[in-house]
């Protein structure tokens, strides 16, 4: 499978030729398939928001290349422009950047600004909002009257009405209580799955991150220093500790177990795996 | 004296006024007692109520109905606001929100200084605060360089400066990276512990919840659990109910019993978790 979106040798320095100067990505091979569901994971300041603003343009490589569908993001202004539909950023906090009167214009606000006809936008609104579970009563409403949950699924409906074959989102969950965020992943693993959409999710939640991708890469200081499935990144417990990010709780466990002499897999890092791990030990005692 | 509950509220209601005056009320009728050296977690889904109860234990909100008392006094007595708000510091989620000054140092005297506290004093106050949150090697930094962590354990020391008895946290680590969460649980628990303050800690992370000495469930603006964190953690059905979680090696342990394997759901660390699940594979049957 092809890559849709990746990085060559993609440097970033802030403040060039300033005494603030500061490297921020250096050299960062990076790369995302068609209909992958990643996950970034990385300490604030290791440069993982300097490399997604990157992945649409918004910021422009010091050094290297961005590549989409395998040609260069900074080719022509009309390219640029064409990849920033298809690749769609949700912010940190996106609830703060939703400005229109009603829910409807919000959402139809990047639609339109890609000039599409009516009906095309109003199906995409609706599609969208159904997507992240908007009931549709709720698109004539003003954005400002609704839940903290609601705004955040309506500025990632904004994004998705686009239609991008790229949604990156960075810490969607973060300040929702559980029932809040497990609705919003499920929003994003149905556009996964309906688009056949390439995800890259940013997180600070290990469990989280262990629960929906596929695959997992590591940034720190301004590095990839390894990425894999979750099952291989979390066998790099210590040196994931070391760099401020540790493993799921379930993988925690079982190196625990593990290190008291019980004969138990390495490589768990979710509930279900755990539950299985723990029956599948117990049948076999049982057969001895 | 020490029997003197640090907050309580008795029938506490509170409505939001809107502009077409329809009033949804966000707390019916809480009534709590918090004494001083607890610490309290709080959890419940967005718009539970939780936040708008954390409010009125410093009097940025008053009840609509019912009573609060902060350290005996009533938070409706304009006189004794000041009083109150020495007594009670909140800290908020976001970090960036919080910090006023361009040195780290400054921001911890903001609080004392506009008590009017003599000059040597805050100097006094502002060390052993940035040294309780282990910052003093940053006192002469500028905040907006340090990372999240680092920034919210400034607004925690900018909160000690005031000597408060007792520290209300908003969702402290929402936005934080697992480093910052740590350091500042670290910081929290430290000063429960050692210097005896009073903590009431709002989160969405059950795993911080566990941690408390005592949790608080919140629903529709009602307390509806309250007890120690490894009892309501056992009520896992119920907790799912109300749209919250339990912390994973209660989800696993609950995951076994539902599989027919005896195990207590008691465990709500990684070690207690392996300690339960060591025991049970290790038993020659």
Redesign the interface.
């Known amino acids: 499978m092809g890559a849709i979106i990746e990085t060559k040798q993609l440097t970033h320095t802030y403040s060039q030729g300033t005494p603030f100067e500061h490297t921020a990505l250096d050299c960062v091979d990076f790369s995302a398939s068609r209909g992958e569901y990643l996950a970034v994971i990385g300490?604030?300041?290791s440069g993982k928001s300097t490399l997604i603003q990157h992945l649409n343009g918004l910021l422009k490589p010091t050094a290297g290349q961005v590549l989409f569908d395998g040609a260069d993001i900074w080719e022509s202004k009309d390219r640029t422009r064409q990849v920033r539909c298809q690749v769609g950023l949700v912010f940190?906090y996106p609830e703060y950047q939703l400005f229109e009167e009603t829910v409807y214009q919000d959402i139809a606000f990047g639609p339109k600004n890609m000039g599409l006809d009516r009906d095309e936008v109003d199906r995409r609104v609706k599609q969208s909002a159904r997507f992240v579970g908007l009931e549709p009563g709720v698109l004539e409403k003003s954005p400002f009257d609704l839940?903290?949950?609601q705004k955040r699924r309506v500025a990632i409906a904004g994004v998705i009405a686009m239609e991008p074959q790229v949604l990156v989102l960075d810490e969607p969950t973060?300040?929702?209580?559980?029932?809040?965020?497990a609705r919003i992943l499920d929003n994003i693993r149905t556009y996964h799955q309906e688009k056949n959409a390439c995800i890259i999710l940013v997180s600070?939640s290990?469990?989280e991150v262990a629960r929906e991708a596929d695959r997992l890469v590591v940034i720190h200081r301004g590095a990839i220093p390894f990425s894999g499935t979750p099952e291989r990144v979390f066998t790099h417990g210590e040196e994931l500790e070391a760099m401020?990010?540790?493993v799921?709780?379930?993988t925690?466990?079982f190196a625990?177990?593990r290190s008291?002499g019980?004969d138990?897999p390495a490589s768990v890092y979710t509930?279900?795996q755990?539950?299985e791990a723990?029956?599948a030990?117990?049948h076999r005692?049982?057969e001895h | 004296m020490s029997d003197q509950p640090i907050l309580r509220t008795e029938h506490l209601t509170f409505r939001y006024t809107t502009e077409e005056g329809v009033a949804p009320t966000v707390l019916d009728g809480v009534s709590l007692t918090i004494r001083p050296g607890e610490f309290v977690a709080v959890l419940g889904h967005n718009g539970s109520g939780k936040s708008t109860l954390a409010k009125h234990f410093n009097a940025i909100l008053l009840p609509s109905g019912g009573k609060v008392w902060v350290d005996g006094m009533d938070s409706c007595d304009e006189d004794k606001l000041l009083d109150i708000r020495r007594r009670v510091g909140m800290v908020f989620q976001n970090p960036d929100n919080q910090i006023v000054a361009s040195v780290v140092e400054e921001d911890v005297a903001f609080g004392p200084e506009n008590l009017g506290v003599p000059s040597a004093e805050i100097r006094e106050r502002v060390d052993a605060a940035l040294a309780a949150v282990g910052m003093t090697d940053y006192a002469r930094h500028a905040p907006h360089l340090l990372s999240g962590g680092q920034k919210q354990r400034v607004a925690i020391a900018g909160v000690l400066a005031m000597r408060p008895r007792c520290i209300v946290l908003d969702e402290p680590t929402a936005m934080l990276d697992p480093v910052g969460r740590k350091e500042v649980l670290d910081t929290i628990r430290r000063l429960n512990r050692e210097q005896n303050i009073t903590v009431v800690l709002i989160t969405h992370h059950m795993d911080e919840a566990a941690q408390a000495d005592r949790l608080i469930v919140m629903h529709d603006g009602h307390i509806v659990a309250d007890d120690k964190p490894e009892l309501v953690f056992q009520n896992v059905d119920g907790l799912r109910s109300l749209g919250l979680e339990v912390p994973e090696p209660v989800a696993l342990l609950y995951e076994l019993r539902q599989a027919g394997v005896d195990v207590p759901l008691t465990a709500l660390t990684v070690d207690e978790c392996a300690g339960v699940l060591k025991e049970l594979l290790c038993i020659v049957p």
């Open positions: 300490r604030t300041g940190q839940s903290g949950g973060a300040g929702l209580d559980p029932s809040g965020a600070h290990m469990e401020g990010l540790g799921p709780a379930m925690r466990v625990r177990l008291m019980v138990l509930i279900p755990a539950r723990v029956l030990a117990l005692r049982e």
